[in-house]
């Protein structure tokens, strides 16, 4: 299996971020595609290949024009205004309930177009941003060449961010728009969530579309980031009615009770018969990540990517979450070897 990957995601490394009533080191780090980069070669998965640039426009298919400005422009905006800070751009406060949504300075758009205060904005970010990008898509332009399967390494990660949203440490959403990069060109994507938390960027994006099957397997919102969306009774909407699918789970879910989950979510996708398949590759569903509340063992791993490897369609594997450095190079590869093993 081809990995692609690009170096520029060094360039965003958050300090912080603001969680829980307390300001803590941050978990999204550029070790954690370090280390799977690096697991990859050891276990000899392919080559790992640079991505090609594919400036704007893919990324406009999604993200709103206003948007993609700002995230451009947002952190040399906040050096302008905190010039003698060196503290990375975080929003602190939102047009809530009642107040008008308003652009005017940096401030006034962190607050319009972030969701979160984990989701730090620093020098590096939009490069890295834009280069996870090139990574999924150059995956996605390997798929259509006529792979069978990719893996995009892509950070920062990408399902939280919507259309016109950044927040739970994404920016662009990668995997959303690779599977429009695909959709333009006449096939009929999948896009399959197993991160622990709810792609509700991803959701969003194509929630009224008839043309994009999103399934996604979370922690249940009532108790677990992103909070506001990931319920059971998101099933799409106009023409996107019935194209949604959110199975939430419990906290402390194990593999017997995520495995069946698991053939819900497979049978949705057979049924859907879509022409590719593009999966949002969390791995913060092990039993020791720092930040999540699921059982899966190492083991479970591979057998995560035997069941997708059962549908039998071209896949796009795209990096998201897992904050456990010690295991995550490992269980992120037993997903592929159990994949390519089928
Ligand atoms: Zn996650």
């Not at 990660?157 to 333009?184: E, I, M, T």
């Not at 913060?284 to 083991?299: K, N, V, W």
Request: with cysteine; net charge negative; hydrophobic share 40%.
């Amino acid at each position: 299996m081809k990995t692609f990957y690009s170096p520029a995601h060094l360039l965003h490394a958050p300090k912080e971020e603001f969680e829980a009533g307390r300001l803590s080191p941050a978990v999204e780090v550029p070790e954690r595609a370090e280390r799977v980069r690096a697991e990859i070669e050891r276990r000899k998965v392919g080559p790992i290949l640079p991505p090609r640039r594919f400036g704007d426009d893919p990324i406009l298919r999604v993200h709103g024009a206003r948007f993609v400005s700002f995230l451009r422009a947002a952190y040399d905006d906040w050096r302008t205004r905190y010039p003698d800070d060196t503290a990375d751009a975080i929003p602190s406060a939102w047009p809530a309930r009642g107040m008008r949504l308003n652009a005017s300075d940096i401030e006034s758009r962190l607050g319009s177009y972030g969701s979160d205060t984990a989701t730090p904005i620093t020098r590096g970010t939009f490069e890295a941003a834009q280069a996870a990008v090139d990574v999924a898509l150059s995956a996605a332009e390997a798929i259509h060449g006529g792979e069978g399967a990719a893996f995009a390494l892509t950070r920062p990660p990408g399902h939280h961010a919507s259309g016109d949203l950044f927040g739970g440490y994404c920016y662009f959403n990668n995997v959303a728009v690779a599977a429009q990069w695909l959709a333009d060109r006449g096939l009929r994507p999948a896009i399959l969530d197993v991160d622990y938390h709810h792609g509700n960027g991803t959701q969003a994006i194509f929630y009224a579309r008839a043309d994009v099957l999103f399934v996604s397997i979370h922690a249940d919102p009532a108790f677990a980031f992103p909070h506001f969306l990931g319920f059971g009774d998101e099933r799409g909407e106009g023409e996107g009615e019935g194209l949604n699918l959110n199975l939430p789970l419990p906290r402390f879910t194990a593999w017997d009770r995520y495995a069946e989950a698991l053939q819900t979510a497979l049978r949705r996708v057979r049924e859907f018969s879509p022409d590719v398949l593009l999966v949002s590759l969390g791995l913060d569903t092990f039993e020791a990540d720092p930040i999540s509340h699921f059982r899966l063992g190492r083991e479970d791993y591979f057998r995560l990517g035997e069941a997708i490897a059962g549908l039998c369609k071209p896949t796009l594997f795209a990096f998201e979450g897992g904050y456990n450095l010690e295991a995550l190079s490992e269980i992120t590869v037993n997903v592929l070897e159990g994949f390519a093993g089928h």
